[in-house]
Antibody, heavy 120, light 103 residues
Framework: QVQLLESGGGVVQPGKSLRLSCEAS????????MHWVRQAPGKGLEWMAI????????FYGDSVEGRFTISRDNAKNTLYLQLNSLRLEDTGVYYC??????????????WGQGTVVTVS | DIQLTQSPAFLSASVGDRVTITCRAS??????LVWYQQEPGKAPKLLSS?????VPSRFSGSGSGTEFTLTISSLQPEDFAVYYC?????????FGQGTKLEI
């Protein structure tokens, strides 16, 4: 069964840190680029970050660059997002998603169910 | 960053209707735009794209450059959801603000 399963969300105080995980199963994780996307309560989708299949290349959205770090462990089929210096506006559902490659034209075709982060 | 403007933000329609949602980019993005459907409490689902199978044929996407459309030819009850466009041309990738399709 193809699946991405996020975990690690919770309630955290402003200024604190949190690490999210996304475990992949049933898909070619080690050859996939991976993304993080978030959604604030009642709001739209916000693209946050991407990492290449090997982990050698990363790119971030403006609102999280310098505070969040995307990484992966291909031996564990797991993607991570380290969230530092959390702000109230970082509250939301965090989704991981896969793509064929890092680059133009590769859609996010498999998504996890999301994990909820509440900064309060 | 490339901005995507979706219209309309809200769309009221009935089962069987044909509807069109538009997404305009602030600069040319070739044909690198895809559409997602999101039902309440669920993850987004990839729709119109040359990479995706299993999407009902009533959904179709078109466009290139700066203007794109998603058309649903005959609305079904399960189609009432929020729709987002996403540009995959230039990092950082960006989403449109969404279109809520309601009865």
């Amino acid at each position: 069964q193809v699946q991405l399963l996020e975990s690690g969300g919770g309630v955290v105080q402003p200024g604190k840190s949190l690490r999210l995980s996304c475990e992949a199963s049933g898909l070619a994780f080690t050859s996939s680029a991976m993304h993080w996307v978030r959604q604030a309560p009642g709001k739209g989708l916000e693209w946050m970050a991407i990492i290449s299949s090997t982990g050698s290349t990363t790119f971030y959205g403006d609102s999280v660059e310098g505070r969040f770090t995307i990484s992966r462990d291909n031996a564990k089929n797991t993607l991570y997002l380290q969230l530092n210096s959390l702000r109230l506006e970082d509250t939301g559902v965090y989704y991981c998603a896969r793509a064929d490659f890092l680059g133009s034209g590769s859609p996010l075709d498999i998504w996890g169910q999301g994990t909820v982060v509440t900064v309060s | 960053d490339i901005q995507l403007t979706q219209s309309p933000a809200f769309l009221s329609a009935s089962v069987g209707d044909r509807v069109t949602i538009t997404c305009r980019a602030s600069q040319g993005i070739n044909s690198f735009l895809v559409w997602y459907q999101q039902e309440p409490g669920k993850a987004p689902k990839l729709l119109s794209s040359s990479f995706q199978g299993g999407v009902p044929s009533r959904f179709s996407g078109s466009g290139s450059g700066t203007e794109f459309t998603l058309t649903i030819s005959s609305l079904q009850p399960e189609d009432f959801a929020v729709y987002y466009c996403l540009q995959l041309d230039t990092l950082p990738f960006t989403f449109g603000q969404g279109t809520k399709l309601e009865i």
